[in-house]
């Protein structure tokens, strides 16, 4: 956790940063404390995001890094 902390701090506390570190490891929580709802995914599924919430937190910070946009400046809403 000290590791990724120091990372962050490296690249610098955006709110795009923060977002792509916090909703993951949230999720990641989440996903392990409902793992019954899980029943209905091949045992491979279970096994890899229901009882390890590791493979779920990568896998949301993937696809945040991906999605929200790198450029977080407020565009003016009259061209300027």
Do not use: D, H, W
Request: charged share 10%; glycine share 6%.
């Amino acid at each position: 956790m000290i590791s990724g902390l120091q990372m962050i701090s490296k690249c610098g506390y955006s709110q795009r940063n923060i977002a792509i570190s916090a909703l993951p490891l949230s999720t990641g929580i989440g996903f392990t404390q409902i793992s019954e709802n899980f029943a209905v995914f091949p045992q491979i599924i279970r096994n890899v995001f229901a009882e390890n919430c590791v493979a779920v937190v990568f896998l949301a910070a993937i696809l945040l890094n991906l999605i929200l946009p790198k450029n977080t400046e407020a565009v003016p809403e009259n061209g300027e």
